[in-house]
């Protein structure tokens, strides 16, 4: 008997704290934009920095949403 094709992942929680921990630095540039801004909070304020660390966090993990 062939095992099943892996239909998802058991621990997509682990894999993403794992991609968010390798992408540290970004993810730190996004939490001090938020955090030096949080006041005066308007809608894409800190576009720039949030989407830096999308696209590591989707780099590591390998996968787009």
């Known amino acids: 008997m062939s095992k099943?094709?892996?239909?998802?992942?058991?621990h997509p929680v682990?894999?993403?704290a794992t991609?968010?921990?390798?992408?540290?630095?970004t993810a730190a540039a996004y939490g001090a934009c938020i955090?030096?801004?949080?006041?005066?909070?308007?809608k894409?304020?800190?576009?720039?920095?949030?989407?830096?660390f999308?696209?590591?966090v989707q780099g590591v993990?390998?996968?787009k949403w």
């Open 14 to 16: 682990r894999k993403l």
């Open 19 to 25: 991609a968010a921990a390798t992408c540290s630095s």
């Open 44 to 52: 894409g304020m800190c576009a720039d920095e949030f989407n830096a």
């Open 35 to 42: 955090a030096g801004n949080y006041k005066e909070v308007n």
């Open 54 to 56: 999308k696209q590591c």
């Open 61 to 63: 993990m390998k996968r």
């Open 4 to 10: 099943p094709a892996k239909a998802f992942d058991r």
